[in-house]
């Protein structure tokens, strides 16, 4: 039974940092991708920075590049989003979600990841 529980979210103004943490249990596959997702209200959940163990490929949203940094540490299990330099655009509910090894052409389609963690809210002001 996979589970995957975020923390790390919270309120801050334009400008500070925040680091989301999403630990990972229950998962037995070598070689799989995990990303953060956000949604904010009214519209649809985009891919923000997908990982991948077993290849070098990382993603990152136009919009986040340079401010965002995704990093996964096997030996503990978690999946980390480092976010500086927030704006108001940037407020949403951020998801973790996992999925088996795929190609990277689908690894930024959320209907890709069966493994999804509850949420944790990212609000700029």
């Known amino acids: 039974h996979v589970q995957l529980v975020e923390s790390g979210g919270g309120s801050v103004q334009a400008g500070g940092s925040l680091r989301l943490s999403c630990a990972a249990s229950?998962?037995?596959?070598?070689?799989?991708?995990m990303g953060w997702f956000r949604q904010a209200p009214g519209k649809e959940r985009e891919g923000v920075a997908v990982i991948s163990r077993g290849d070098p490929y990382t993603y990152y949203a136009d919009s986040v590049k340079g401010r965002f940094t995704v990093s996964l540490v096997d030996h503990v299990s978690t999946l980390y989003l480092q976010m500086d330099n927030l704006q108001p655009e940037d407020t949403a509910m951020y998801y973790c979600a996992a999925t088996p090894w795929v190609p990277p052409s689908t690894r930024v389609r959320a209907d890709g990841y069966p493994y999804w963690g509850q949420g944790t809210q990212v609000t700029v002001s």
């Open positions: 229950g998962y037995t596959y070598s070689s799989y991708c």
